[in-house]
Antibody, heavy 119, light 106 residues
Framework: QLQLQESGPGLVKPSETLSLTCTVS??????????WGWIRQPPGKGLEWIGS???????YYNPSLKSRVSISVDTSKNQFSLRLNSVSAADTAVYYC???????????WGQGILVTVSS | DIQMTQSPSSLSASVGDRVTITCRAS??????LAWFQQKPGKAPKSLIY???SLQSGVPSKFSGSGSGTDFTLTISSLQPEDFATYYC?????????FGGGTKVEI
């Protein structure tokens, strides 16, 4: 059974970098034809796609965040990571990691991790 | 970016009611449209993909239709476990975008 688990600090100071890791079990992040990515949800608000990495290493980012975001993969640990620079209170959200088969919708989600940006 | 507009943003319904939620894309997305259900404190759950294909394990009271720019999600007979927020999402092109959500309340 595929499982995704987010980890990282729950509190980040303004202007610093938010770093999260998603550990995947039950599947390989190197598997063909899958995207691995991040989606966030501010408290009480809707869902926002942050970005994805294809199994080839190609990355796709939301233009609204593109200048501040990067997604990388560590195949040796079967993990992928999110870095979001220069955070502000507007980046406070539950962050979900997710898998999406090519040409399909997200089929597996992590449980989500709340990250609060505050001094 | 493709904008996804859901309506209504919230609705009140009773157990047994038939409920319809609509989602409109700002440009054509063929059938690359998914519907998700989200309950408080939980990750979204996929209900429908390809606009009308039921995800494995999802009860047949859920159905989706549409193509191009206009889509609907129908719940044929609302049950207590169906009270949740529903989101549409297009995966035709980047950036992937979600509708604003429809909260279904008792």
């Amino acid at each position: 059974q595929l499982q995704l688990q987010e980890s990282g600090p729950g509190l980040v100071k303004p202007s610093e970098t938010l770093s999260l890791t998603c550990t995947v079990s039950g599947a390989s992040v190197s598997a063909s034809l899958f995207f691995w990515g991040w989606i966030r949800q501010p408290p009480g608000k809707g869902l926002e796609w942050i970005g994805s990495m294809y199994y080839t290493g190609d990355t796709y980012y939301n233009p609204s965040l593109k200048s501040r975001v990067s997604i990388s993969v560590d195949t040796s640990k079967n993990q992928f990571s999110l870095r979001l620079n220069s955070v502000s209170a507007a980046d406070t959200a539950v962050y979900y990691c997710a898998r999406r088969p090519a040409g399909r919708e997200v089929d597996y989600w992590g449980q989500g991790i709340l990250v609060t940006v505050s001094s | 970016d493709i904008q996804m507009t859901q309506s209504p943003s919230s609705l009140s319904a009773s157990v047994g009611d038939r409920v319809t939620i609509t989602c409109r894309a700002s440009q054509g997305i063929s059938n690359y449209l998914a519907w998700f259900q989200q309950k408080p404190g939980k990750a979204p759950k996929s209900l429908i993909y390809g606009a009308s294909s039921l995800q494995s394990g999802v009860p047949s009271k859920f159905s989706g239709s549409g193509s191009g720019t206009d889509f609907t999600l129908t719940i044929s007979s609302l049950q207590p476990e169906d009270f949740a927020t529903y989101y549409c999402q297009q995966y035709n092109s980047y950036p992937l975008t979600f509708g604003g959500g429809t909260k279904v309340e008792i």
